[in-house]
């Protein structure tokens, strides 16, 4: 009995001490990034005659152009081969959508701006040219210039 009483206290007094650390959860591992484009964020790939978009988000691939009804498919995970980046889905209309995203500069013929991505949307039997950067940079970029990620608001 006297060996039991002082190993029971001794649990009792790390019973009531300090727990062990949760285990901590992994980082998730970073976005695919290309050409300086982080493809984990909504990305704009756009052309020219006939004028057209595609807005690749968390939330799927959403195509639209002058005349054409938007169509989205569920955006899949991207591939990544080397400079290219390719998106793959089957819109809500049954058609397959195709982004293939190069890293290379980009014009797009009509402004002064220059892409850091040139894009290839293959959607049914279609195959249009275009160029694309993050939306952000899209939407925050003038009319010339490269179209670059916009710079962090001051504290």
Do not use: H, N
Not at 121 to 129: A, P
């Amino acid at each position: 009995m006297r060996l039991i009483l002082p190993s029971l206290a001794a649990l009792a007094l790390a019973a009531c001490g300090e727990s062990a650390p949760a285990p901590s959860t992994p980082a998730p591992p970073p976005s695919p990034t290309l050409g300086g484009v982080d493809l984990g964020q909504p990305v704009r790939a756009l052309g020219t005659e006939p004028f057209w978009a595609v807005d690749i988000g968390p939330d799927g691939i959403a195509y639209e152009g002058v005349d054409i009804p938007r169509e989205v498919a569920p955006r899949g995970d991207v591939e990544l081969m080397g400079t290219l980046a390719v998106f793959t889905g089957a819109t809500d209309t049954g058609r397959t959508i195709t982004v293939t995203l190069i890293d290379t500069d980009c014009s797009d013929g009509m402004s002064d701006r220059l892409y850091p991505l040139t894009a290839r949307v293959e959607i049914g039997d279609k195959t249009l040219q275009g160029c694309a950067a993050s939306r952000a940079a899209v939407m925050a970029s003038g009319e010339s210039g490269p179209v670059a990620e916009p710079a962090p608001a001051a504290p």
